[in-house]
């Protein structure tokens, strides 16, 4: 018998071998089979940027992720960030999903994702403290490197900026800045 064939027949004639090598078989099994088929649902794939509009809290409101599309947003000081990318922390089962689709600025103030701390109404957040507001400016600071900016949430009676007419103003003023560097070459 040769030294491969004793090592086998000395591996098998003891059961606890047979169960190890039974179980490394096994184990070896899951992680090849798990490397190839990816556990749990495939990512959402990423939305299309929203263009550049103004909301009301209540169309806000809209944007909470169960929406057809998923979308979440979600304002700060007065601006409204899209933070799909944020689904886990805002989705619908996320730690800071109270924050979806309305105005956030009090609950990061206070430090709180309670429901009685977001306000139904417009919140002009004008009795908060200097501390209080430092604390809402940073966190708009935060988000804004993370997150797409998509307009302004708008008082009670303010209109929505149109913001389509205002970037053709801005290209064609550029066209017209362009054409009079080309005169004075
Ligand atoms: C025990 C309490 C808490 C723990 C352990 C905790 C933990 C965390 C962790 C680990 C992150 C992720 C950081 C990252 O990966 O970028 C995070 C992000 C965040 N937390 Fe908390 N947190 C707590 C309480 C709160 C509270 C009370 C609020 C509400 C004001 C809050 C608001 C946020 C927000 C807005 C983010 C940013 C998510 C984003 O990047 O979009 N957290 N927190």
Redesign the pocket.
Known sequence: MDQAQKVVSELLSNPVNVGLIGLIVFLVYKIVRGQKEPVGPAPDPPLSKLKKQDFTLEQLREFDGTGPEGRVLMAVNGKVFD?TR?KN?YGPNGP?SVFAGRDASR??AM???SEDVIREEYDDLSDLDNEQMERVRE?EQQ?SE?YDYVGKLLRPGEQAADYEVEEEENSASSERAAGEAKKTE
Request: glycine content about 16%.
């Open positions: 933070v944020g922390f800071y609950g990061l430090f709180s994702v966190w988000l993370k």
